[in-house]
Each structure stands twice: as structure tokens, then as C-alpha cells.
């Protein structure tokens, strides 16, 4: 298996919002009423992608496995107006690689970048009902520092809290 990272340019959009209407359903689809029909129609349409990705505070990286898109990071330049902070948004990876240490090799990706651009601080969102996912971050040095209810009335109740983590670089 051959994976590198490369940055998503606007012109991959299309390409991008089909990895997202892949991805998503594989480990959401049972956390929603609807199977997560309206939330990545929402999120992940085309045309928001696009928006996403002429974002000058916002990148994408594809993980491609032998020159196939089959995950993403998006990180975003700052948090909450914090110009020291950084987030990584989302961490995205095919359900057919999870285990392989790709979300590890992801996650560091992000935190590079964070610390190339002289960032004291990376955030993250998690849910908090993904406990294994929590472990994760938590061994990587991230912190849960509170957290929210999610307004999506299509998301079931027991997967509406999002847990925001952070790490001092």
C-alpha cells in the first residue's frame, strides 16, 4: 500500500465531495434518524465544498492510498479568532484503512503545520460519544476542555454532545 498527503486544490472539489458522501455514512449513517441524508447534503454538497476550499484560513489534504483519494484533513488557520490557535477539523479516512495508523499519520500532519506556522495551540472537535476516538486524541496529547449540545434535530439524542479538545504546543 502506497499512501502520500497532497494538498486539495479548488479544482478537486467535486472530487472532495464525493470522498465526504463516501466516507461519512461508513461510521455515521446510524447516528442519525435519516442516515445522515440531511447533514451531508448540507455539508458536503459540491458547492460547499468549493466555499470550503476558497477559504484562505481553511486547507485540505487528500490521504491518497496508491493515487486514490480515500480520507482528508481539514484544518483551519485559526480558532475561534484566536490567531495563535489552530484547528483540525476533520480527520476523514475510508472505513477499509482504519487501524493501518493513517488517522495518527493525519492527525501529525496537522500539528506540523500547526507548529510551522508558530501556532501555541491546536484544537479539535470530537464526538463524545466516540470514546475510542477520545483515547486517541487524549494519547496524542490533547486535553477535553468542554463541551456542546449539537442542534441537529435529525442526530439522535444519545450523539449530540461534541466535545472540543485541545493541545499547547
Known amino acids: 500500500m502506497f499512501h502520500k498527503i497532497v494538498k486539495v486544490s479548488p479544482s478537486d472539489y467535486k472530487i472532495l465531495s464525493d470522498l465526504c458522501y463516501q466516507i461519512y455514512p461508513q461510521t455515521y449513517s446510524t447516528w442519525w434518524y435519516d442516515a445522515g441524508k440531511w447533514y451531508i447534503e448540507k455539508m458536503y454538497n459540491p458547492e460547499k465544498m468549493l466555499n470550503e476550499l476558497m477559504d484562505i484560513n481553511t486547507e485540505f489534504y487528500f490521504l491518497t492510498i496508491n493515487d486514490v483519494p480515500m480520507g482528508y484533513l481539514k484544518v483551519n ?93
Not at 506540523?112 to 487524549?138: H, P, Q, R, T
Open 77 to 169: 488557520y485559526t480558532f475561534r479568532d484566536e490567531s495563535d490557535s489552530f484547528e483540525i477539523e476533520r480527520i476523514y479516512i475510508d472505513q477499509t484503512y482504519v487501524g493501518q495508523g493513517l488517522g495518527n499519520l493525519l492527525l501529525n500532519y496537522g500539528i506540523e503545520i500547526a507548529y510551522s506556522m508558530n501556532k501555541k495551540n491546536v484544537y479539535l472537535k470530537v464526538m463524545a460519544s466516540g470514546l475510542g476516538l477520545i483515547i486517541f486524541y487524549e494519547k496524542n496529547g490533547f486535553e477535553t476542555i468542554g463541551s456542546n449540545l449539537l442542534p441537529f434535530e435529525l442526530l439522535k439524542s444519545e450523539f449530540r454532545i461534541i466535545n472540543t479538545m485541545k493541545k499547547i504546543l
